[in-house]
């Protein structure tokens, strides 16, 4: 690997008060694992995963201020005091009124596709990623990814590459028609494009149109306070901004938003779902009641009410956020120095390595991408994922045919607090390993999916 010279690094706002023993099991048995998951490193068991970054949900480090407010949970099926605590936090990052818990990301997706989506019709947002696509094909309706086309090129260096075409977003709803156009979902960063963050000034466009035309647009709010970093780094006329104002700023410009906890607020588990306008509350409300539990738990236990309010507060501190997403540049740089062609720039979660150029000796028709997840398994024991074909696949809504997306990416996607640079330098050193061997990495074949998100639950075998 490359001498990464310079000024030394900014040490993280924290130290470690508890670990965890990881152990690597051998090749061989790393081998038998991987047989015996079919392919899948969804399937494995953790603990023969030394390395995992499988995703950055759920798997954090709370910290000791969580720990504690762990302690201070209260059971109570509804009212909990707990409940008031956050409640009260999400008013002040959000601006939003009305609050609704939910269990995780996927749980605030069942409620507002339930609440604001109909059969026929058309959800459109900047990049869909895949359980929102498959909450809004279950409701009968058609996702429409409209990103500007530098977020689809990994190789070009545009800062904003989650940004929202406003060309492609007019044209969409000219050819459908506005009253099939109920909801746009702004995905703040873009996960599908390896955490690449979305522009204040676009998200202003996007708001002025969706008001203009009776759209109602919705946050998906997971990551926020990475692409609220990331732009005041990246925006001009933002670096004298905080974090949580530019986040605040883009809460203003949308009716709602919806989050997955488990990643910006640094909990294991937990979401929840706000809005402006009582009225969408209302519509909501009886969904989330119905899949998710009273309004005042949403399916989680108070004391993890109570961490999620502790870790949103936490995942707005700038230095935490300078820390997290140095680690995400240091291993980018590590991969980009050895000659790894990687998405550029680096987002605010994870390094996406652009499989289609990484192994262009494989055909689609051999997921190249979980063909890779699968060799650095074996080759280091670090857990990834590929997300290409098989990930998002679609079904033309005109044509009624299946066509798959041109990229092939394997994702890293790195927890928050968890790994030290070490981890990260290991990981560096196994993919740069496995590119000098790239010609030898063989391919797979599908022995059997789901049609919905099949890459969860897929087998293969070596092609």
Same mark, same amino acid.
């Given at each position: 690997?490359?001498?990464?010279? $310079?000024?030394?690094?900014?040490?993280?706002?924290? #130290?470690?008060?508890?670990?965890?023993?990881?152990?690597?099991?051998?090749?061989?048995?790393?081998?038998?694992? *991987?047989?015996?998951?079919?392919?899948?490193?969804? #399937?494995?068991?953790?603990?023969?995963?030394?390395?995992?970054?499988?995703?950055?949900?759920?798997?954090?480090?709370?910290?000791?201020?969580? /720990?504690? +407010?762990?302690?201070?949970? @209260?059971?109570?099926?509804?009212?909990?005091?707990?409940?008031?605590?956050?409640?009260?936090?999400? #008013?002040?990052?959000?601006?939003?009124?009305?609050?609704?818990?939910?269990?995780? $990301?996927?749980?605030?997706?069942?409620?507002?596709?339930?609440?604001?989506?109909?059969?026929?019709?058309?959800?459109?947002?900047?990049?869909?990623?895949?359980?929102?696509?498959?909450?809004?094909?279950?409701?009968? +309706? /058609?996702?429409?990814?409209?990103?500007?086309?530098?977020?689809?090129?990994?190789?070009?260096?545009?800062?904003?590459?989650?940004?929202? @075409?406003?060309?492609? &977003?007019?044209? +969409?709803?000219?050819?459908?028609?506005?009253?099939?156009?109920?909801?746009? !979902?702004?995905?703040?960063?873009?996960? %599908?494009?390896?955490?690449?963050?979305?522009?204040?000034?676009?998200?202003?466009?996007?708001?002025?149109?969706?008001?203009?035309?009776?759209?109602?647009?919705?946050?998906?709010?997971?990551?926020?306070?990475?692409?609220?970093?990331?732009?005041?780094?990246?925006?001009?006329?933002?670096?004298?901004?905080?974090?949580?104002?530019?986040?605040?700023?883009?809460?203003? *410009?949308?009716?709602?938003?919806?989050?997955?906890?488990?990643?910006?607020?640094?909990?294991?588990?937990?979401?929840? *779902?706000?809005?402006?306008?009582?009225?969408?509350?209302?519509?909501?409300?009886?969904?989330?009641?119905?899949?998710?539990?009273?309004?005042?738990?949403?399916?989680?236990?108070?004391?993890?009410?109570?961490?999620?309010?502790?870790?949103?507060?936490?995942?707005?501190?700038?230095?935490?956020?300078?820390?997290?997403?140095?680690?995400?540049?240091?291993?980018?740089?590590?991969?980009?120095?050895?000659?790894?062609?990687?998405?550029?720039?680096?987002?605010?979660?994870?390094?996406?390595?652009?499989?289609?150029?990484?192994?262009?000796?494989?055909?689609?028709?051999?997921?190249?991408?979980?063909? &890779?997840?699968?060799?650095?398994?074996?080759?280091?024991?670090?857990?990834?994922?590929?997300?290409?074909?098989?990930?998002?696949?679609?079904?033309?809504?005109?044509? $009624?045919?299946?066509?798959?997306?041109? /990229?092939?990416?394997? #994702?890293?996607?790195?927890?928050?607090?968890?790994? %030290?640079?070490?981890?990260?330098?290991?990981?560096?050193?196994?993919?740069?390993?496995?590119?000098?061997?790239?010609?030898? !990495?063989?391919?797979?074949?599908?022995?059997?999916?789901?049609? @919905?998100?099949?890459?969860?639950?897929?087998?293969?075998?070596? +092609?």
């Amino acid at each position: 690997m490359a001498d990464r010279t $310079g000024p030394a690094p900014t040490p993280e706002p924290w #130290r470690i008060k508890s670990v965890e023993p990881i152990r690597q099991i051998s090749r061989e048995a790393r081998g038998h694992a *991987l047989e015996e998951a079919g392919y899948n490193v969804f #399937r494995l068991r953790s603990g023969d995963v030394f390395v995992d970054l499988l995703t950055d949900s759920g798997t954090g480090a709370m910290s000791v201020s969580q /720990w504690a +407010a762990i302690q201070r949970g @209260d059971e109570a099926y509804a009212g909990a005091r707990n409940w008031a605590g956050l409640e009260h936090t999400l #008013r002040g990052i959000t601006g939003y009124e009305h609050v609704i818990p939910v269990h995780q $990301g996927r749980g605030a997706e069942t409620v507002y596709t339930r609440a604001f989506v109909d059969e026929g019709d058309f959800v459109l947002g900047n990049m869909h990623f895949d359980t929102t696509r498959a909450h809004i094909y279950n409701r009968g +309706a /058609w996702p429409v990814n409209l990103v500007v086309d530098e977020g689809l090129d990994p190789e070009d260096p545009s800062p904003f590459k989650g940004d929202a @075409d406003l060309a492609k &977003l007019e044209r +969409a709803v000219a050819e459908r028609g506005v009253d099939r156009c109920p909801l746009f !979902i702004l995905t703040i960063t873009s996960n %599908t494009n390896g955490g690449q963050p979305v522009s204040l000034h676009n998200a202003r466009a996007v708001s002025e149109f969706c008001r203009a035309h009776g759209i109602r647009l919705l946050l998906d709010a997971a990551r926020f306070a990475e692409n609220a970093y990331l732009v005041r780094e990246r925006e001009p006329g933002m670096a004298g901004h905080s974090v949580a104002q530019i986040a605040r700023e883009f809460f203003d *410009l949308a009716d709602g938003a919806a989050m997955s906890a488990k990643k910006d607020a640094l909990v294991n588990i937990g979401g929840w *779902l706000a809005f402006r306008r009582r009225e969408d509350y209302l519509e909501a409300r009886k969904w989330a009641v119905l899949y998710e539990g009273y309004l005042t738990y949403g399916g989680m236990a108070g004391r993890d009410l109570e961490a999620m309010a502790v870790g949103l507060r936490e995942g707005l501190d700038p230095r935490y956020l300078e820390a997290r997403i140095r680690q995400v540049r240091l291993l980018h740089g590590m991969l980009s120095d050895a000659g790894v062609p990687v998405m550029r720039p680096p987002g605010g979660h994870s390094v996406m390595i652009d499989v289609n150029r990484f192994l262009d000796h494989l055909p689609r028709e051999q997921y190249p991408a979980e063909s &890779l997840a699968a060799a650095l398994y074996l080759e280091a024991g670090v857990r990834s994922v590929g997300l290409g074909a098989l990930a998002f696949a679609e079904i033309n809504p005109d044509t $009624g045919q299946i066509e798959t997306p041109e /990229w092939e990416y394997l #994702r890293l996607a790195i927890p928050r607090r968890v790994y %030290t640079d070490n981890h990260l330098a290991y990981i560096g050193e196994a993919v740069a390993n496995l590119h000098r061997k790239r010609e030898e !990495i063989g391919g797979l074949k599908l022995l059997e999916a789901p049609l @919905d998100l099949p890459h969860f639950t897929a087998r293969f075998g070596p +092609a």
